[in-house]
């Protein structure tokens, strides 16, 4: 069974600085990994989405990383802002069916003015 | 706006009564989810529907019951509930067989009394 584990849970920055949220997962046989944002209370939003062929996506102050074999990947924020401040969240397909998610639990960003 | 209508955006009910969620997606998708969002747990998957025909239920008790009349619409019907069933139900949709990228609504928080 897929396990999806996002380290950390929560972290607070000063705004500016450059960031690094990681997610792990047990099984490499994903079709795509996709990173979201949540705000409270809120549905998600999909910032990038990652084919398991690829190495890295980018979207303007975001970068995230895949390496499949090793079951990681690495969502970089740039220039940190206040309005960054939601929770984001990393999820992996299933097999071959790229529309079946497992989702970790997530990385609570607070960004401070 | 994502592109994906859930109503009602609050919903509290007794554990005798019964009520739906209503999805609606603008995004001309073929593919629609249902998502169960509990406080400290991560995203679980409960339903998908490809093409109106449901594909997945992950091991979901028959108090929840969905309805797919057609692509663009989805619906969970809900009738004697738990307290335990308490939580943010989010649905989703996405393409099929293109890049997969999820769409999710802004949820329903539903508490069960």
């Known amino acids: 069974k897929q396990e999806v584990t996002q380290i950390p849970a929560a972290l607070s920055v000063p705004e500016g600085e450059n960031l690094v949220l990681n997610c792990s997962f047990t099984d490499s046989a994903i079709y795509n990994l996709q990173w979201f944002r949540q705000d409270p209370g809120k549905g998600l939003t999909s910032l990038l989405l990652?084919?398991?062929?690829?190495r890295e996506q980018t979207s303007g102050r975001l970068n995230a990383s895949l390496d499949k074999s090793s079951g990681r990947s690495t969502l970089y924020i740039a220039a940190s802002q206040p309005g960054d401040s939601a929770t984001y969240l990393c999820?992996?397909?299933?097999?071959?069916?790229?529309?079946?998610?497992?989702f970790g639990g997530g990385t609570r960003l607070m960004v401070k003015p | 706006e994502t592109g994906v209508t859930q109503t009602p955006r609050h919903l509290v009910m007794g554990m005798t009564n019964k009520k739906s969620l209503k999805c609606e997606q603008h995004?001309?998708?073929?593919?629609m989810y249902w998502y169960k969002q509990s406080a400290k747990k991560p995203l679980e998957l409960m339903f998908v529907y490809n093409f109106k025909e449901q594909t997945e239920n992950n091991s979901v008790p028959s108090r929840f019951s969905p309805e797919c009349p057609n692509s663009s619409h989805l619906f969970l019907h809900l009738h004697t509930l738990q307290p335990e069933d308490s939580a943010l139900y989010l649905c989703?949709?996405?393409?099929?067989?293109?890049?997969?990228?999820?769409?999710f609504g802004s949820g329903t928080q539903l508490s069960v009394l």
């Open positions: 995004l001309g998708h073929n593919a």
């Open positions: 990652i084919q398991s062929s690829q």
């Open positions: 989703a949709s996405s393409q099929v067989q293109e890049n997969e990228k999820l769409f």
């Open positions: 999820a992996v397909s299933k097999g071959n069916a790229g529309n079946m998610l497992t």
